[in-house]
């Protein structure tokens, strides 16, 4: 899922200590499974105070609306300013909701199973369905569904994985990619990558890539597929050493997945044919360790969380470690979560401001984070550096462009931008050095 924060999370300053004694707060939002046959799956945040000691808000859908909760919250995905809640249970339905309050919108029903979700620019959502298996549209605007046209039947399983990239969905089923035109809401090519059993995927907007994780057998191998054009597919690469690697996540030019409870780390930036272990998980549990996708990355720190559902007893527990040293920065357990499912992560050096020179960067600061109207960029200063600045939703969509930057200094009016996190990609185009950093808008 991947990967939006609600504005409404809580900012909190926990005092965890880095080697350079620099502190990191968080905002983590889990997504509640909850027990079958009982609605209480819901969406809950979590985090700690100075004083060290853990704040949860939960329930933030049945309080905001008065009513039960979800019978299997199958998935979450923030779009825009809606949420979009499965689920997968007695009365199958899926609900639209304003974000960030959650308030109930609407709720649609007789679309099968719905299993998975993936957002396609910021008012449209797609879903994979069983029972039957089929692929929709979700306009957000009128809260309409519609069949994606499948005039080759290509679309005969249920969607494992999607992502939005350049103007299509890409969606896993099984061994195969099916392409999906957003503009035209239909099947537009069937990609195979030939690595098994699609296990992951992974959209790098910065690089125009999308990531592949495939299984044979146990074998593990990534793919770097082009996510322009022709959707050029490169060579694929075993992960040595590596079996049955789950929960494909991407952060700070890192690929990670899991192998059992360890953590494993891939160069994204100059791929091989080996994985770094970085982490092994101090959670117990088996079937319930990592359930579902509650293994998460910030993209730009690396710093990752790892959920376990807790046999759906008590409350799930977490682990979020640090991406540098990957020592613990913080571990509890979230009260009321029954069956994490899911996990959003965002991390931060000190405040949430970014306003410290970094020696060698082409960026000196980007500021306020979060922005509400002007965000700052200080670019370093150069003679001969010109400089090209874009704003991209998490969802892949770019939302601001500015080329031909000589003065060192970029200002960004993102006032009429919705809410959300942003990535912000900065390329000096003399030397075609690129760097990309995260921001909250407000």
């Known amino acids: 899922m991947k990967k939006n924060l609600l504005s409404f999370l809580l900012v909190f300053s926990a005092q965890y200590m880095l080697p350079q004694t620099t502190p990191k707060t968080y905002e983590l939002l889990a997504v509640a499974e909850g027990n079958f046959g009982t609605p209480n799956g819901d969406i809950f945040t979590v985090g700690t105070h100075a004083t060290g000691t853990p704040e949860v808000n939960a329930k933030i859908y049945q309080n905001a609306n008065n009513t039960t909760g979800f019978d299997v919250l199958q998935d979450f995905q923030i779009i825009g300013n809606k949420a979009v809640l499965l689920s997968k249970a007695a009365g199958f339905r899926v609900v639209i909701a304003d974000y960030p309050?959650?308030?109930?919108?609407?709720?649609?029903?007789?679309?099968?199973?719905?299993?998975?979700?993936?957002?396609?620019?910021?008012?449209?959502?797609?879903?994979?369905?069983?029972?039957?298996?089929?692929?929709?549209?979700?306009?957000?605007?009128?809260?309409?569904?519609?069949?994606?046209?499948?005039?080759?039947?290509?679309i005969n399983g249920t969607a494992s994985y999607m992502v939005y990239a350049d103007g299509y969905i890409y969606a896993a089923l099984s061994s195969k990619i099916v392409k999906i035109d957003v503009a035209t809401n239909t099947v537009a090519a069937v990609i195979q990558p030939n690595a098994g059993t699609v296990a992951g995927l992974q959209y790098d907007a910065a690089n125009n890539i999308i990531w592949i994780l495939g299984k044979v057998s146990g074998t593990s191998v990534v793919i770097k597929m082009q996510s322009n054009g022709a959707n050029e597919l490169a060579a694929p690469v075993t992960l040595t050493g590596v079996t049955n690697a789950t929960q494909l996540r991407l952060g700070n030019h890192k690929l990670y997945f899991l192998s059992g409870k360890n953590v494993h780390a891939y160069d994204a930036a100059a791929p091989g044919t080996t994985a770094t272990f970085v982490y092994t998980s101090t959670l117990t549990g088996s079937w319930d360790f990592a359930y579902g996708k509650s293994f998460d990355v910030d993209a730009e720190s690396g710093d990752f969380v790892i959920g376990s559902a807790s046999a759906f007893t008590s409350g799930s527990k977490y682990e979020i470690v640090n991406g540098t040293d990957f020592t613990l920065i913080e571990s509890g357990s979230i009260e009321g979560c029954m069956g994490v499912n899911e996990f959003m992560l965002k991390t931060f050096d000190g405040t949430l401001s970014i306003q410290h020179p970094v020696a060698n960067e082409i960026v000196q600061a980007i500021y306020p984070n979060p922005v509400r109207s002007l965000l700052n960029i200080d670019l370093k200063s150069d003679n001969n550096a010109i400089y090209s600045v874009t704003l991209i939703s998490q969802l892949g969509v770019t939302v601001k462009n500015t080329a031909g930057i000589t003065n060192g200094q970029c200002k960004l009016d993102v006032s009429g931008l919705s809410a959300g996190i942003y990535i912000v990609r900065i390329t000096d185009t003399v030397t075609n050095t690129t760097i990309v950093r995260k921001v909250i808008v407000q």
């Open 101 to 154: 309050s959650l308030n109930h919108i609407a709720t649609l029903t007789g679309l099968g199973g719905p299993q998975t979700l993936a957002a396609a620019g910021t008012a449209k959502a797609y879903l994979g369905s069983s029972n039957p298996n089929a692929i929709y549209s979700i306009d957000l605007t009128n809260n309409v569904a519609t069949a994606v046209a499948d005039p080759n039947a290509v």
